[in-house]
Nanobody, 124 residues
């Protein structure tokens, strides 16, 4: 499975961005996708995740109400709609995929596949 993240950019505080994670290869084997981010000098952290087998989404507290994760099955794509962006959202964002059908992991070590990052910069 290969993952391709895109959609990052430079925006002002309060603006919106939509990140996309496109999967290719043996996509039928994956059941969940998570978005993580890593700011300079900080550890990678979970942002949001979706498992379409158990119909579950999870968000990190600081993004609840601002970010929405969704899946387009026909396009093998998982998107992260980010609204009301804040400077503290600045980070490299990564998408990851997991094969476990009954779990929605929030730890990076539990994911099987990773895409490259896409940089989101929010200016104040």
């Amino acid at each position: 499975v290969q993952l391709q993240a895109s959609g990052g950019g430079l925006v002002q505080a309060g603006a919106s961005l939509k990140l996309s994670c496109a999967a290719s290869g043996r996509t039928a084997s994956i059941n969940a996708v998570g978005w993580f981010r890593q700011a300079p000098g900080k550890e990678r952290e979970f942002v949001a995740g979706i498992n379409w087998v158990i119909t579950k989404t999870v968000y990190e507290d600081s993004v609840k109400g601002r970010f929405t994760i969704s899946r387009d099955n026909a396009k093998n794509t998982v998107s992260l709609q980010m609204n009301n962006l804040k400077p503290e959202d600045t980070a490299v964002y990564f998408c990851a995929a997991d094969r476990t059908p009954w779990l929605l992991p929030i730890r990076s070590s539990e994911y099987d596949y990773w895409g490259q990052g896409t940089l989101v910069t929010v200016s104040s």
